[in-house]
């Protein structure tokens, strides 16, 4: 007798688990299931399909090789039984029964299994206030969904749009939205930062900036509480807590929870936050049943908590330790350390490990460095500054995470790619410093971007740097918080730092880098000195010199007028 | 009475461990000296100066914030005693002192110090064929040499250029002269290759194929024997082993070797090969002695073996944990997994780790697993074919090396970079399997290329993938050399197979992939049957069906007809 395997759900984990699992096992007969028509696609496509930089939807999901992944496919390609428009109802453990009823016919059957693979993915929240359920408010839980919007906008009938959650999601919703379409699009985000316990405050202020320059508006600490419709009873207006905002279209990205009411039911051992439990094998508690992708709980590899990572990547790689393990290869999946990328008009954000926040709230004591340097070498032409944010545990030097920001490009995925395992490895600020990132420079510079985090980090640490943060900096500026008598001192170019003297005669002063060492004693030695340049490394080397001559209150702005250019406040100059 | 630092060298290591020791050390009395009047440049820019990317060599020697990098520089801004044109002649280690001398004026003097660090650098091989010294020929060893070769092309003297040597720096130099200033470029390489010990050989044809198409002749096995002048001295041919090629300009980048001599005269312990023996702390066998950059030898972090890595990056990662120990922190520099990264016109070549021959030579049993794949989604707009070859140990399944080749841009560097570090941290197969690369559909593929490559390494190491080497495939195909009865199975849309089937009716044949579980039955059984398509992985999945078939004898073409494509085949349709 062959061994059977059924695998429930045919998106992402599930198909990779069934076709590895039919190369591994030629003999077994293996059953994939899904209760929609549409599987195996590109869930992270969908903004894409949506702006209209993918045509079709089945570029979503065809192979490289131009197949599309049907049922016809699976079957004849794959050499698998496949089911669509099939639900999986219940299990029956002991008897080792899948009971299934087409969705379209509610024809019930069962289908016998030595191994099962609950690959049933996830579900999007949907936010309990009065008018979810409108015409015209969408979750982008299926491809379906996202041919639905897409309809509406190429019908015109969307002149704007309210994108409920500032996650990655809402995000790249938002982009689509705006970029071809011109649809007026605000994001409202009930965190007090776009990207919350993702990146830093920082980085999510420049991000939100560019979104407002790319006509995208955002904000932030602010709750959607009902949605409001037309005599039709299509949505046409969302009321928060601070505004009324007119739209055609809702898309609800509040994040997702795993779809495991079909394990629970079954007596299957689920999370606290409502994951299916695996073990490293990705094992339920019952030994025959597999579980992977977005309905399943992980670990977290820099925390060594539980965690939950809806991700098409993670849910890959699982599969494949799934299939493995039918197979009989003891492959393991131990985590994630949360690597993540986004496109955002002309820019990306990207991240991998803890955010300052999610670090601290972790019990580590984080700090952070944030460093601004060219992403090659700044005589070659195509230069751009890219931002890389190290946390680092200031206890034991460990790197907690990294985040960057940069012009759109692959550069900012080379460093994130190359901290994701150095991070998984518990490497510490050392190994970051003296990592062997490739070097030329059309990619790169002598000291990488990522070095020179570390090693500011370093200096951090050490306390031979000392910063003021800059919430901080842009809050004395705007006079929103006091603080006792301090300057800027401003050590760029004289043409640079002139205009700002002038226009800032109270709060700002000019002293060109180079001419410190001579003229140090012009400083006003009784202020706090802010020290500013534009990256921040000019004023590190000046704050070291001036505390060997005995100016000890000073503070450097990290990434300096860098970072405070992409802020979009008000006293810019 | 306050510690007297002397660094000899001015170029990377020199620089980098004078400023850093200046911030740690503040009340030290430090001294840079170097024999040239041009300090602190970007050597590694020298190719993009001389290219015209780069307009003025003052851009090789400046600050990211346009300050050149220049004796006053170092004085006014950074606290250093400068001697530039200044020679160290010898070291007098019993009496802590460096004998000097002015390069322009003979004027000797002594300068006493506390700690030294030798940053000396390295020199260029000189080939010593009759006519290396004409006038004409150029090693690339200091920006002087680069100004007046990019004065020769500016005044147009130079119409065709032969290059010796077919490594980093000759196939940069020679792009530089092809690509703006229109030079009839020939690269001649001694060894059967370009990048020898670099990457593996079919890597190396596709950089030589692009070369080809865009101009740059280049011969492999090939010897320069002679260099011949016209009647004014000037060099105009180069007499190889195979051939006699016209020039105005040879430039000769056979690599460099440790300048050393300052040290050994002192006593100093040096290498087999040339180089200033130095402990992890970057100390000579003279504990007051430190040194870094191109002048020491280091250690491979792969084989555990004495290596010698002349990169700037390293120099600069180096010459900080020199300044460290200065200041008495006790920082290491292990060693090199030897990073490396280039611009080839429109492509991109990198490798980190070892070569499989490098690897072979050094005991492993390696194996390489050669994967090509979108670099991103493959319905994302700016998708394109990344190439990446994994080198593994089938013994124990540790990661050896990464390489690959890919259209311009950072998507190569995200995977080198990322290898780079798991590497040295002697990661295996499965790491790289769930090594967790951020992704989104703009910037990487669910299952990215780099983990691809780590699944098919461990299906090769396995043995549930057999493959054929793409160079023993060509030679079949060209009739180079025999083997028993193959024919290739073409697996490819018909449209794509026909045409070859039909045009090689005896060694080709067509049967699509999704075919070929309901029609194997058609193969030749008594064959060997090379499994083709675009990338190998239908190939793969072919082969496992077909062996549980009972039909055992297959061959995979790793990476399959997009290898091929880029050889420049004479049989390609």
């Known amino acids: 007798m062959s061994q059977k395997i059924v695998v429930v759900g045919a998106v992402a984990a599930g198909p990779k688990s069934a076709c590895r699992a039919r190369r591994l096992l030629p003999e077994a007969e293996i059953t994939l299931l899904d209760q929609d028509d549409l599987i195996s696609y590109g869930g992270c496509g969908i903004p894409y399909f949506v702006s209209g930089d993918v045509a079709d939807e089945k570029e979503l999901r065809s192979t490289s090789f131009h197949m599309v992944r049907d ?20 299990i029956d453990r002991k008897e080792k029964l899948v009971h299934v009823e087409n969705v379209k016919t509610g024809e019930k059957s069962k289908l016998p299994y030595d191994q099962l693979v609950l690959a049933t993915g996830s579900r999007p929240n949907v936010i309990p206030i009065p008018g979810h359920d409108l015409n015209g408010v969408f979750t982008i839980s299926s491809l379906h969904k996202a041919i639905a919007i897409k309809d509406l906008l190429a019908q015109g009938k969307v002149g704007k749009a309210v994108v409920i959650g500032g996650g990655a999601i809402g995000i790249e919703m938002a982009e689509s939205l705006a970029d071809l379409w011109g649809v007026e699009t605000t994001i409202v985000e009930f965190m007090p930062q776009i990207l919350p316990r993702i990146v830093d405050p920082t980085i999510a202020s420049m991000v939100q900036q560019h979104l407002k320059e790319n006509n995208v508006e955002v904000f932030t600490s602010e709750a959607a509480q009902k949605f409001e419709p037309d005599n039709d009873g299509w949505v046409r207006r969302v009321i928060t807590n601070k505004r009324e905002l007119e739209c055609d279209l809702v898309v609800m990205a509040a994040g997702v929870r795993p779809r495991s009411e079909l394990a629970r039911d079954a007596g299957l051992e689920i999370s606290p936050m409502g994951g299916i439990v695996v073990n490293q094998r990705m094992q339920t508690s019952d030994p025959s049943i597999y579980a992977a992708g977005d309905c399943v709980e992980t670990f977290n590899l820099v925390t060594g908590k539980k965690a939950y990572a809806p991700m098409g990547s993670v849910a890959n790689r699982q599969g494949r330790v799934v299939a493995d393990n039918l197979a009989g290869i003891p492959s393991r999946f131990d985590g994630v350390v949360g690597s993540f990328i986004m496109k955002v008009f002309e820019i990306c954000v990207g991240a991998t490990g803890l955010s300052t926040e999610v670090a601290r709230a972790e019990g580590y004591k984080a700090v952070n460095a944030m460093v601004v340097q060219s992403d090659r070498a700044h005589f070659f032409p195509t230069q751009a500054l890219m931002f890389n944010n190290l946390i680092v545990d200031s206890s034991d030097k460990r790197v907690l995470g990294l ?56 200096n951090l640490v050490e306390g031979r740097l000392k ?96 970072v405070i250019r992409r802020l979009g406040v008000s006293w810019w100059r």
């Open 403 to 458: 985040q960057g920001f940069a012009k759109m490009g692959d550069g900012l995925l080379a460093r994130i790619n190359a901290a994701a395992g150095m991070i998984a490895n518990r490497a510490r600020i050392a190994d970051f410093s003296n990592l062997e990132l490739a070097y030329a420079p059309p990619f790169s510079t002598a000291v990488d971007v990522l070095n020179a985090a570390a090693n500011t980090a370093d």
């Open 467 to 562: 910063i003021v943060s800059t919430e901080d900096f842009v809050d004395w500026m705007d006079g929103k918080t006091e603080h006792p008598d301090w300057i800027a001192v401003d050590l760029r170019h004289p043409k640079e730092a002139e205009p700002w003297a002038e226009a800032y005669p109270d709060k700002w002063m000019a002293l060109v880098y180079d001419q410190v060492r001579a003229n140090y004693q012009s400083l006003p030695g009784d202020k706090t000195l802010i020290l500013i340049c534009n990256a921040g490394t000019r004023s590190y080397e000046i704050q070291v010199f001036l505390r060997s001559k005995g100016l000890e209150n000073t503070l450097v702005l990290p990434g300096g007028l860098n």
């Open 71 to 90: 049922s016809r496919f699976f079957h004849e390609a794959k050499g698998l039984n496949v089911l669509t428009l099939t639900r999986a109802v219940s």
